[in-house]
């Protein structure tokens, strides 16, 4: 009998001898099947494909079973743990806290987080300070997801403040309940705290005003099947495998070092201007990408820190247009116009390109693309030494983590005097790859796609 007949005639038979355990139907399908959501903390379809923190370590648990990904999203986030209790799914990889609710109906991994729920309402409205405040809240419109945490967690907090109610809404997401309180359709609404401090970039009239509760763990939701740890152990192994190599800070840090500040000023204008400028421009960067082989959002990014996507800006020092151009480089890339938006996107597009390709093929990304970003801020020559200092210190010069650091040093005679072309302002390439990387990692959110493939029903007879 084949693998897959033999899953069909005795899953759900815990006599049957020669049932399969979880983890080996997984490797006879051929396929890891997991249940997830669409959030910037989660999973996204950028321009390349899947991404975010999730998908990543979902990726890579499916590559060490050696099998396939079939990643996908349900209609409602309500329902993403039946897809589980179904076996439409093995994994929920959600960013989901581990409640008594949720536990009774699957089973969980490790916890590899810890998130705060908070409370958010829109900047200038009411505002609480203390859960005894929660009492006044008796006319507000408090909406929440219908089957998360928060669900819960405001159920038990009514039995202390029966003057305290919500509403649970079904079909929608988070994204969704955020611009409801922006909008003024809503009062407040409970949220995570890792998922707030991305969302804040996307919604800056908002902010968290009360923490309720205590901090709680966040971990997958697994299939349950009586007598059969499996799914459980290697998924415990995936996790400490990655914390052991340090791999699952990185993956974190990756997609959410870059939004950890937030400035309200800077990214209202930033909200306001992808609506009203970016548009004109945006093809221009399209095109831009397509001729050097860069995202176009990571090319809106640069022009963004270089001029807040304005064709006629000009600095003190003369530089000018979208890309702010010296004179020296435009010439040098055939730019006669400055100012003429298609001539500085793909003016600008061509220097990275160029600084880019002055990096050694060695090193990987996106260092190569963070460094050759530093280059066109300060220069090729200025990249170098701090690079140089970088290797005198024992780091790694191929590292932009490293470099970043050493950067700085370029304004201290003591080490400037060590190398080739002396002081330079090293800290400006700091920030302004800083503000790019926050810049390009927002972009990606606002741009992502949100149609998903519908998940098979191919667990269902299990």
């Given at each position: 009998?084949?693998?897959?007949?033999i899953?069909?005639a005795?899953?759900?038979?815990?006599?049957c001898?020669?049932?399969?355990?979880?983890?080996?139907?997984?490797r006879?399908l051929?396929?890891?099947?997991?249940?997830t959501?669409?959030?910037?903390?989660?999973h996204?379809?950028?321009?390349d494909?899947?991404?975010?923190?999730?998908?990543?370590?979902?990726?890579?648990?499916?590559?060490?079973?050696?099998?396939?990904?079939?990643?996908?999203?349900?209609?409602?986030?309500?329902?993403?743990?039946?897809?589980?209790?179904?076996?439409?799914?093995?994994?929920?990889?959600?960013?989901?806290?581990?409640?008594?609710?949720?536990?009774?109906?699957v089973d969980?991994g490790?916890?590899?987080?810890?998130?705060?729920?908070?409370l958010?309402?829109?900047?200038?409205?009411?505002?609480?300070?203390?859960?005894e405040?929660l009492a006044?809240?008796?006319?507000?419109r408090?909406e929440v997801?219908a089957?998360?945490?928060?669900?819960?967690?405001?159920?038990?907090?009514?039995e202390?403040?029966?003057?305290?109610?919500?509403h649970a809404?079904?079909?929608?997401?988070v994204?969704?309940?955020?611009?409801?309180?922006t909008?003024?359709?809503?009062d407040?609404?409970?949220?995570?705290?890792?998922?707030?401090?991305?969302?804040?970039?996307?919604?800056?009239?908002?902010?968290?005003?009360l923490d309720?509760?205590?901090?709680?763990?966040v971990?997958?939701a697994?299939t349950?099947?009586?007598?059969?740890a499996?799914?459980?152990?290697v998924?415990?192994a995936?996790?400490?495998?990655?914390?052991a190599?340090?791999?699952?800070?990185a993956?974190?840090?990756r997609y959410l070092e870059p939004?950890?500040?937030?400035?309200?000023?800077?990214?209202r204008?930033f909200?306001?201007?992808f609506?009203?400028?970016l548009?004109r421009?945006?093809?221009y960067?399209?095109?831009?990408a397509?001729e050097?082989?860069f995202?176009?959002r990571?090319?809106a990014a640069?022009?963004y820190?270089e001029?807040?996507?304005?064709?006629?800006?000009?600095?003190?020092?003369?530089?000018?247009?979208?890309?702010?151009?010296?004179?020296r480089?435009?010439?040098?890339?055939?730019?006669?116009?400055?100012?003429?938006?298609?001539?500085?996107i793909?003016?600008?597009?061509?220097?990275l390109?160029?600084?880019?390709?002055?990096?050694?093929?060695?090193?990987?990304?996106?260092?190569?693309?963070?460094?050759a970003?530093?280059?066109?801020?300060?220069?090729?020559?200025?990249?170098?030494?701090?690079?140089?200092?970088?290797?005198?210190?024992?780091?790694n010069?191929d590292?932009?983590?490293?470099?970043?650091e050493?950067?700085p040093?370029?304004?201290?005679?003591?080490?400037?005097?060590?190398?080739?072309?002396?002081?330079a302002?090293g800290w400006?390439?700091?920030h302004?790859?800083?503000?790019?990387q926050?810049?390009?990692?927002v972009?990606?959110?606002?741009?992502?796609g949100?149609?998903e493939?519908e998940?098979?029903?191919?667990l269902?007879s299990?």
């Amino acid at each position: 009998m084949r693998p897959l007949l033999i899953i069909f005639a005795c899953f759900g038979l815990v006599t049957c001898s020669t049932t399969p355990s979880l983890v080996e139907q997984i490797r006879a399908l051929g396929e890891l099947r997991v249940v997830t959501r669409n959030s910037p903390i989660s999973h996204y379809v950028g321009l390349d494909g899947p991404m975010g923190p999730e998908y990543d370590l979902a990726r890579g648990l499916a590559d060490r079973l050696g099998v396939g990904l079939h990643i996908f999203v349900p209609e409602s986030f309500d329902t993403t743990l039946d897809e589980l209790v179904a076996r439409r799914a093995h994994i929920a990889a959600a960013g989901l806290t581990v409640t008594p609710a949720r536990h009774a109906r699957v089973d969980f991994g490790p916890a590899y987080s810890m998130v705060q729920p908070q409370l958010v309402q829109r900047q200038g409205d009411r505002r609480v300070s203390s859960v005894e405040s929660l009492a006044a809240l008796e006319e507000a419109r408090i909406e929440v997801l219908a089957g998360s945490s928060h669900a819960e967690q405001l159920a038990r907090l009514a039995e202390e403040h029966p003057t305290l109610h919500w509403h649970a809404i079904q079909g929608v997401d988070v994204d969704e309940l955020l611009s409801r309180v922006t909008n003024g359709e809503a009062d407040f609404t409970v949220v995570d705290s890792s998922e707030f401090m991305v969302a804040r970039h996307l919604y800056p009239e908002l902010r968290a005003v009360l923490d309720l509760g205590d901090p709680e763990p966040v971990a997958w939701a697994l299939t349950r099947r009586r007598g059969d740890a499996s799914l459980r152990e290697v998924v415990s192994a995936h996790f400490a495998t990655l914390d052991a190599e340090a791999e699952l800070a990185a993956i974190f840090q990756r997609y959410l070092e870059p939004v950890q500040d937030f400035d309200y000023v800077g990214t209202r204008a930033f909200v306001r201007h992808f609506d009203t400028r970016l548009p004109r421009y945006r093809d221009y960067f399209i095109e831009a990408a397509a001729e050097t082989g860069f995202d176009w959002r990571l090319l809106a990014a640069i022009g963004y820190q270089e001029s807040h996507w304005n064709p006629q800006a000009v600095s003190p020092t003369g530089v000018r247009g979208i890309m702010m151009l010296t004179q020296r480089t435009a010439s040098s890339l055939e730019v006669e116009d400055r100012v003429d938006p298609f001539q500085s996107i793909m003016g600008g597009a061509r220097y990275l390109a160029r600084q880019h390709a002055r990096i050694p093929e060695r090193m990987p990304e996106p260092d190569r693309t963070w460094l050759a970003l530093a280059a066109y801020n300060i220069g090729w020559g200025h990249l170098e030494d701090a690079r140089i200092l970088t290797e005198i210190s024992g780091g790694n010069p191929d590292s932009w983590v490293e470099v970043r650091e050493h950067l700085p040093l370029l304004t201290q005679r003591q080490w400037y005097s060590r190398v080739r072309r002396g002081f330079a302002r090293g800290w400006q390439p700091v920030h302004y790859v800083d503000n790019i990387q926050r810049y390009y990692q927002v972009l990606q959110w606002m741009t992502a796609g949100d149609q998903e493939e519908e998940p098979a029903d191919l667990l269902a007879s299990q």
